[in-house]
């Protein structure tokens, strides 16, 4: 069965600070992967995903992850956060069936300090 | 902007009473996915309505149940309320006859079982 991880249940950041976010999955096939990001009361939004080809993917505002098969991980990364960045982020891995049935991790919250 | 909505937003209701949420789903996507997200948590696959049909389920009990309308939309449905019920519940939508699908979330209906 599927399984994500992320180690870190809150980070927080300075203003202008770079940012990596951790994910490890477990899948026993070739992984869908995507990472959310959502504000408080609010849906989730698609920051970026993975589905095959060049392991560095590019995303909205910014944000970047890559694929490391060898560690099983997909980490986000950002070279200098924003206030805005404030929010949950969410890891997920979907099946070969698409990205409908997705399994998430518990979610990293994340806190910018002016 | 997703083209997911959910309705209502925020609902309470009594431990034993029946509820009904419901989605529409993003114009020309035949597949809608439940999803519960506990506070401090991340979501979770209730089951998935492609093209009318129950297409996979997750680790919930009989009394979850869903609809699945010719338009798309869609509606779960939660019997005999209980407490730990209370959560953020997502709908999601997609095409999985599309290249690179992806899934796209409404902002959520807010359940409280008091």
């Known amino acids: 069965a599927q399984s994500v991880t992320q180690p870190d249940i809150h980070i927080t950041v300075s203003e202008g600070a770079s940012l990596e976010l951790r994910c490890n999955y477990s899948?026993?096939?070739?992984?869908?992967l995507f990472w959310y990001v959502q504000s408080p009361g609010q849906g989730l939004q698609l920051l970026l995903k993975?589905?095959?080809?060049?392991?560095l993917v590019q995303g909205i505002k910014g944000f970047e992850a890559e694929f490391k098969r060898s560690q099983s991980s997909f980490n986000l990364r950002k070279p200098s956060v924003h206030w805005s960045d404030a929010a949950e982020y969410f890891c997920?891995?979907?099946?070969?069936?698409?990205?409908?049935?997705?399994?998430f991790g518990q979610g990293t919250r994340l806190t910018i300090n002016p | 902007e997703t083209g997911v909505t959910q309705s209502p937003t925020h609902l309470i209701k009594t431990r034993g009473q029946q509820v009904t949420l419901r989605c529409s789903s993003q114009?020309?996507?035949?597949?809608v996915s439940w999803y519960q997200q506990a506070l401090g948590q991340g979501p979770q696959f209730i089951f998935q309505?492609?093209?009318?049909?129950?297409?996979g389920r997750g680790n919930f009990p009989p009394r979850f149940s869903g609809l699945q309308f010719p338009n798309y939309s869609s509606e779960l449905n939660v019997n005999a309320l209980e407490l730990d019920d209370s959560a953020l519940y997502l709908c999601?939508?997609?095409?999985?006859?599309?290249?690179?699908?992806?899934?796209?979330f409404g902002q959520g209906t807010r359940l409280t079982v008091v």
């Open positions: 999601a939508s997609s095409f999985p006859g599309q290249v690179n699908t992806e899934a796209f």
């Open positions: 899948y026993g096939a070739t992984p869908y």
């Open positions: 114009s020309g996507h035949n597949t």
């Open positions: 997920a891995v979907g099946t070969i069936q698409g990205a409908q049935k997705l399994v």
């Open positions: 993975y589905f095959s080809g060049d392991t």
């Open positions: 309505y492609y093209r009318e049909e129950e297409n």
